[in-house]
């Protein structure tokens, strides 16, 4: 009796795909939720995933990943803590013939297979657009995320394509631009209140990359009554975001629907491990290579559409937003 049986299986692959994600650090919500969702895609495909939490320690997260190769992984996700670095992760991956997909932002310099995202040109692009459209003039902060971090660059790079029109013509003043290391909340805030006290309070708009920073900024905001006054971006969702969103001192907040992402990610490394070819539309250089890409769109989120965004999809629920709102505050 002839039975075709699938090559990863004649090629002595174990039956069951073993996958190894590597998070640089897990904190704050974000990446909890991409680990349960990646989890609960791969379990259903029929694979088993082992994960590692550097804590944000590069050399860590090196030792975690060597430690996963020895254990047999047949596909490495990695989600770098600095994309330069991560290189000698993906390095010793290739040596072992591991597959790499590169989760969320890119390893720099590497032989990665895969990069997996989402398209941060337009949430940088979407961030600065809604903060023109409602001040047009005006001295605006630009509060990026960690230097280290390749991400952070390219949504900086967006946003002032936007703003640069309005830069150029006088309209729109930049009184304090940087980076925060590791995207730490605390450090945005000092860097807010400098801002703050540089200007006399004169701040029409805080283009904060991620929610994180935007909550260190809106902290700044209110201790000089400026918070609702002042417009504020951010990104991922946070569900404390939300909550500043509905109350009226943060403006937006760009949502990364990251269980689509966690799950797309789990549905590929489950396709390398089986040795099956991946479709990308698209390659992004990574200073080594022309990496294929899958970029996931982004959306903007502000007060109007919370339900229909990041509530619909059971990102953030009703009841914890509103739990401490008054009533004129809730959404309904």
Not at 264 to 289: C, L, Q, Y
Request: charged share 25%.
């Amino acid at each position: 009796m002839g039975v075709a049986l699938p090559g990863w299986i004649l090629a002595g692959r174990n039956e069951r795909p073993k996958i190894g994600f590597a998070i640089e650090a897990m904190k704050g919500e974000r990446w909890q939720t991409d680990l349960e969702s990646f989890r609960a895609r791969a379990k259903e495909l029929g694979a088993d995933v082992v994960s590692a939490d550097a804590g944000g320690d590069d050399d860590k997260q090196l030792q975690q990943v060597k430690e996963m190769i020895k254990g047999g992984i047949d596909v490495l996700v990695l989600l770098p803590h600095d994309s330069a670095k991560a290189s000698r992760a993906v390095d010793a991956a290739k040596a072992a013939k591991v597959k790499v997909i590169s989760y969320d932002r890119l390893a720099l310099n590497s032989d990665v297979d895969l990069y997996m995202s989402f398209d941060r040109n337009e949430i940088g692009k979407l961030q600065a657009e809604y903060l023109v459209q409602r001040a047009p003039k005006g001295n605006y902060v630009l509060i990026g995320g960690s230097p280290n971090d390749e991400g952070a660059k390219a949504l900086h790079a967006a946003q002032m394509k936007v703003l640069r029109p309005f830069i150029d013509r006088g309209d729109i003043t930049v009184i304090a631009d940087g980076y925060i290391q590791d995207w730490v909340a605390s450090e945005a805030y000092i860097f807010m209140l400098k801002a703050i006290e540089n200007a006399h309070g004169n701040v029409a708009a805080v283009v904060a990359s991620n929610d994180a920073l935007a909550a260190g900024a809106i902290q700044a905001l209110r201790e000089h009554n400026l918070a609702g006054k002042t417009l504020v971006s951010g990104q991922d969702a946070d569900l404390a975001s939300v909550i500043c969103i509905a109350q009226g001192v943060q403006s937006m907040t760009v949502y990364k629907p990251v269980t689509q992402e966690a799950e797309r990610t789990a549905d590929e490394a489950v396709h390398m491990a089986r040795g099956e070819k991946i479709g990308t539309g698209r390659t992004i250089n990574n200073g080594k290579i022309e990496v294929p890409t899958i970029l996931l769109k982004p959306i903007a989120v502000s007060r109007t559409n919370i339900k229909e965004t990041v509530v619909k999809d059971g990102f953030q629920t009703l009841v914890s937003i509103n739990r401490t709102l008054p009533e004129e505050q809730q959404i309904h």
